[in-house]
């Protein structure tokens, strides 16, 4: 089974060392990185030659897998004539998150957040929403917060949006999976540090974007199996 791993899911605890030490070994692997926004300036630049390796066929993007999530040309760091063929590019897609972990963040602040993150440099963020205005099925409050981040990163950025499935059932997932449908967003995040395969399944199903799941190595199959089109891998050493 292909499991398409597209980043490393980096804790917010991180250390500025650990976070140069992940984007160099992602990029070694042709995966990406997802960094919480206080740790965006430890991504190594263009020029750091200390992150140079051996480039890997294929490399995604941060969020859903190349063939499934839209493309914009200026993302990926092609190799040029002068490059000899086993250099890869200095550093790996980024992606970062805002409201992240709770959610309950006010929607200007996510907003802001997600803004400060593109001008670091992350091409794709991901919202985590007030998980309230799911659990009641408020469709006001659930689509101005997201649709506030979207106007505050327009495309090309793209914004994908945490729907956990460790913690809402089938009919709250597909609920919020339909509407998201006309806001924009560019993927579904199936959950905060973990997912179920059920759950990934239920979004599959509904949504109009790739799901991006979030797991370990041991449970990629599994997700795969469900309908992931992309992984946001959350230890080191699973990669």
Not at 170 to 194: C, E, F, N, Y
């Amino acid at each position: 089974m292909d499991i398409p791993i597209s980043a490393l899911l980096l804790e917010p605890t991180a250390s500025f060392q650990s976070v140069r030490e992940a984007c160099h070994n992602a990029a070694a692997q042709g995966i990406g990185v997802v960094v919480p926004p206080s740790l965006l300036r430890a991504v190594p630049g263009e020029q750091d030659p200390s992150q140079q390796g051996p480039s890997k066929p294929g490399a995604s993007e941060a969020g859903a897998s190349q063939h499934d999530a839209p493309q914009h040309g200026h993302h990926g760091a092609e190799l040029n004539a002068r490059q000899r063929p086993q250099e890869a590019p200095t550093q790996p897609q980024v992606a970062s998150v805002a409201g992240y972990p709770s959610g309950q963040h006010h929607g200007l602040i996510k907003a802001s957040e997600a803004r400060l993150a593109v001008q670091e440099g992350a091409s794709t963020v991901a919202v985590v929403p007030e998980y309230a205005n799911i659990a009641a099925f408020n469709s006001t409050g659930f689509i101005t917060e997201i649709a506030t981040v979207r106007e505050a990163i327009p495309h090309p950025a793209q914004l994908a949006v945490f729907l956990d499935t460790t913690i809402f059932d089938a009919q709250h997932l597909q609920w919020a999976a339909r509407q998201l449908t006309p806001i924009g967003i560019d993927a579904i995040v199936s959950g905060i540090t973990d997912s179920t395969a059920e759950g990934v399944r239920h979004l599959s199903q509904h949504s109009a974007v790739p799901v991006i799941a979030v797991c370990g190595n041991e449970q990629a199959p599994a997700m795969v199996e469900a309908g992931a089109q992309g992984l946001w891998i959350t230890h080191l050493l699973d990669i």
